[in-house]
């Protein structure tokens, strides 16, 4: 199905265009995770590939942290900003709220807002990651002094690659196929699978003992079964609707008196575990980097521990900040008093609720109940790899598989849903020009 649709849109060329642009995009993006930081010791950075908490900022990244590029922050200091700023447009920062109520111009000065606050948090976050590499890495991470100035240079660096990789998924977004942000994650993830895969392979078959060859089969075919369970499961919840019933008090002659409106059984999607994996990579690099300068210094290890996925007090506060994440964000997406005053105004209304309150406490209360649900479908996708990581001693990139393969199948589901409308609207102006 997929195939066919795909080869439907390549005789489009509308279509054609903006898919190739996409490729060539994330081609540049691939081409930038490999550049490395110039002056960075790449011999010192081999000593980095299991620490728990790279994985996370690797996976936002597309891998690049991994390699110290130039795109090693990727997305993430826009996403962060993104999510501060959707904060304090609820009644946090008066500012804020006005511009969020001020139609395209508001939302231009939000976005300029969003990407100040994001080279912010680039800069701290590449000078803190530098700062933490440098003390976990055991060798020199620079071939020069690492001083002030270094350090600036290497922010700056990592800010401007930062950027650009935030404007190159403007431009997907704009001009190409599918969001730009999860289109570039997307392509991280992907580029990934084979080097996992190879890793799992070696690490089951090959540095094992032959005796325990069959013990490892059999851990492996649990592992295929669960991912197929979990792609199954990922897919069924995506597509799931809440069919809200709308009346309509005037309609035009020959229209529908009624219809529906659907809220997804999710309606956070995957924001919240990326968010949640970010606060708790920033803190455990800064911890980490902060024991090694103090190691006689016992409570930042207590610390530290309620930041590491990989213990059980990081799983439990991992999970909470997911559960919260997605309650925040699914009001973020959507505001029950617009939702409430859209409807009011377009001359509709919910059988059985009174309009405008009333309405309001209605999808508030429908979406404590769906982000209920979906808190606990990200919270159990997320933390089955990590908890099947510490029982069976996988491979610590097992860790972020479930969030990988969220990030996958919702990008995909997108993409494919972007493409039939591209298909539909064709057929529709296909219909009109022949009138």
């Known amino acids: ?97 006005e511009w969020g109520k001020q139609g395209e111009v508001g939302r231009r000065k939000l976005n300029q807002a ?72 997307f392509a991280g993830i992907i580029s990934s699978l084979p080097d996992t895969v190879h890793e799992i392979y070696v690490d089951r078959f090959v540095n094992i003992e032959s005796s325990r060859l069959g013990e490892s089969a059999l851990i492996v075919g649990v592992l295929l079964v669960a991912i197929l369970a979990i ?88 999970a909470v900040l997911i559960i919260l994440f997605t309650f925040f964000y699914s009001f973020v997406q959507v505001n029950p008093e617009k939702a409430a005053e859209n409807l009011q105004k377009s001359g509709a209304y919910i059988h059985g609720v009174r309009p405008g309150k009333g309405t309001e406490d209605y999808f508030s209360t429908l979406l404590m109940r769906l982000a209920t649900i979906g808190s606990l479908f990200l919270g159990f996708v997320a933390l089955l790899p990590i908890f099947a990581q510490n029982v069976f001693g996988l491979t610590s990139k097992i860790a972020f598989l479930g969030t990988s393969l969220i990030i996958v199948i919702m990008t995909s589901i997108e993409g494919i849903k972007q493409l039939e409308g591209y298909l539909l609207k064709r057929k529709y102006v296909g219909f009109l020009d022949l009138e």
Do not use: C
């Not at 199905?1 to 190739?20: E, G």
């Not at 290497?154 to 001009?175: C, F, M, P, R």
């Open 114 to 185: 969003t990407r100040y606050i994001s080279l912010v948090l680039a800069f701290v976050q590449s000078i803190g990651i530098t700062a933490s590499f440098n003390a976990l890495s055991g060798a020199r991470l620079t071939t020069m002094p690492l001083t002030w100035k270094t350090y600036i240079i290497i922010g700056a660096i990592l800010t401007t690659g930062s950027v650009i990789v935030t404007w190159l998924g403007e431009q997907i977004t704009d001009k190409g196929y599918g969001n730009g942000t999860s289109m570039i994650i």
């Open 231 to 318: 792609v199954y499961f990922t897919t069924f919840v995506q597509q799931a609707e809440y069919k809200i019933p709308i009346q309509y008090t005037k309609r035009a002659q020959g229209a529908p008196s009624s219809s529906y409106l659907p809220l997804k059984l999710n309606p956070a999607g995957v924001i919240p575990v990326i968010f949640a994996g970010s606060i708790t990579a920033i803190p455990t690099s800064l911890l980490q980097f902060f024991a090694s300068q103090n190691k006689s210094i016992s409570w930042l290890s207590s610390i530290r521990e309620y930041f590491d996925y990989s213990t059980i007090k990081g799983m439990i506060v991992y």
């Open 1 to 97: 199905m997929f195939l066919k649709l795909l080869k439907d849109a390549f005789k489009v060329k509308n279509v054609r265009t903006k898919i190739l642009f996409t490729i060539l995009v994330l081609f540049v993006f691939r081409v930038g995770t490999h550049v490395t930081v110039p002056g960075v010791n790449v011999k010192s950075l081999e000593a980095l590939s299991n620490i728990p908490f790279l994985n996370m900022l690797s996976l936002v990244s597309g891998n690049a942290m991994r390699n110290f590029s130039v795109f090693a922050l990727g997305v993430s200091p826009y996403i962060t900003a993104s999510i501060i700023v959707q904060l304090m447009q609820m009644d946090l920062v008066p500012k804020f709220v």
